[in-house]
């Protein structure tokens, strides 16, 4: 028992920057402009996993410079061959200059992904976290750069999202007495104005998460 013990306080470390760990689900901003990737840190290799934002223009323009068509797949693509850790889990983004514009860290296992519009301006990216039992949502300004909870991440330096940003759980619970399943698993966002018409009133600039 002793010997099982030894260890078992430590938090972990949380994924380096700019890697593909276990990718799985993707959206595109409202504009077209920005990419969003979801990690969920499948084999617990790290503390917690990562939303990664990447401009599709920069991306777009690295496969046109390759001349990607289907003859040629085995150089269509802007991930190198496997990293030091010898296997296809995890992979090293190619370091192409406003390739990737944001990142942070969010709980791992997360299994789906929606994005809509933010009050103000930019997006807003809603994640259903397996690990957190809870809905994370992450605001995006008009440059694609993440935020939740301490300002908007730089490439190459995340941070992981605060609790106020990965209890939406909680505050789901609180203004509509709703409560979200312990294991939520898929997700769907858009505009409040899709489902409600407000009876002649003015809505407000919102989104309803399915």
Known sequence: LLFLGIGCDQSGE??????????????????????????????????????????????NDSLDAQACSEDVADRC???????????????????????????????????????GTRSGGGHRVYLPVRSDANLTFVDVDTSGRLSCGEGFAAPGAPYACTDAFRRGNDETATVRSIELPSDPVGIHVGPLSDVVTGGGAVLPDANYVM
């Open 14 to 59: 949380p994924p380096p920057p700019a890697r593909l760990n276990f990718p799985i689900a993707i959206g595109i901003s409202p504009d077209q402009q920005v990419l969003f990737i979801a990690n969920s840190n499948f084999d617990l290799a790290f503390n917690s996993s990562s939303l990664q934002a990447y401009s599709l223009s920069v991306l």
């Open 77 to 115: 693509g802007v991930i190198p061959v496997e990293d030091a850790r010898d296997d296809l889990a995890s992979l090293d983004i190619e370091p192409i200059s406003g390739l990737l514009l944001s990142e942070v860290y969010i709980g791992s296992y997360a299994s789906g992904m929606g994005v």
